[in-house]
T-cell receptor, first 117, second 112 residues
Framework: GAVVSQHPSWVICKSGTSVKIECRSLDFQATTMFWYRQFPKQSLMLMATSNEGSKATYEQGVEKDKFLINHASLTLSTLTVTSAHPEDSSFYICSAQGPGLAGYEQYFGPGTRLTVT | QKEVEQDPGPLSVPEGAIVSLNCTYSNSAFQYFMWYRQYSRKGPELLMY????GNKEDGRFTAQVDKSSKYISLFIRDSQPSDSATYLCAMKRPGNTGKLIFGQGTTLQVKP
């Protein structure tokens, strides 16, 4: 149980284009999902918290107009990187926290590697 | 000062050794403690989670929390090459935000 998927697992795009990453909780409903960014050999950096049906809460320093987050259902959240640039190349990971679990642990997706050329 | 400190390693041990991974924290408000394992180019996998001080065991893994010292540990018994990964500790304050604070992660290599 508590499986989270991400799609795509790897994407290459040209500078200036937009990329959408999907995060799905497969066997539970996730009232809250989180988006992280991870650079090589570094820990996870929280970008934003999204609650189903409401606007995402962004961490300080994260551009909300660049990283658009939508959490339209209890099983799906999307992150859209708009007008991507090479410095946006990174490993993006989502996690989900559901009401049916213990309540405080998060389950992570496998991650999406974005390369902007 | 970071809220959560974790030695990044790398830590190299022979197969079968007992591994001790540790994190310290500065904020006494943390009440929930988790350990994640992350293989290269993969998302973190939840290994253990605890709420209170004391020990929690699951197979070869034991999580230990000492709130008075603000110190948590993960012990791995009979370590295997497949345990080679980065181990991240994470902590959360009470409340509904769910925001986790992560340690830097410790890279572990178990040599056959």
């Amino acid at each position: 149980g508590a499986v989270v998927s991400q799609h795509p697992s790897w994407v290459i795009c040209k500078s200036g284009t937009s990329v959408k990453i999907e995060c799905r909780s497969l066997d539970f409903q996730a009232t809250t999902m989180f988006w992280y960014r991870q650079f090589p050999k570094q820990s996870l950096m929280l970008m934003a918290t999204s609650n189903e049906g409401s606007k995402a809460t962004y961490e300080q320093g994260v551009e909300k107009d660049k990283f658009l987050i939508n959490h339209a259902s209890l099983t799906l959240s999307t992150l859209t990187v708009t007008s991507a640039h090479p410095e946006d190349s990174s490993f993006y990971i989502c996690s989900a926290q559901g009401p049916g679990l213990a309540g405080y642990e998060q389950y992570f997706g496998p991650g999406t590697r974005l390369t902007v050329t | 000062q970071k809220e959560v400190e974790q030695d990044p390693g790398p830590l190299s041990v022979p197969e079968g050794a007992i591994v001790s991974l540790n994190c310290t924290y500065s904020n006494s408000a943390f009440q929930y403690f988790m350990w994640y394992r992350q293989y290269s180019r993969k998302g973190p996998e939840l290994l253990m989670y605890t709420y209170s001080s004391g020990n929690k065991e699951d197979g070869r893994f034991t999580a230990q929390v000492d709130k008075s010292s603000k110190y948590i540990s993960l012990f791995i018994r009979d370590s295997q090459p497949s345990d080679s990964a980065t181990y991240l500790c994470a902590m959360k304050r009470p409340g509904n935000t769910g925001k986790l604070i992560f340690g830097q992660g410790t890279t572990l290599q178990v040599k056959p």
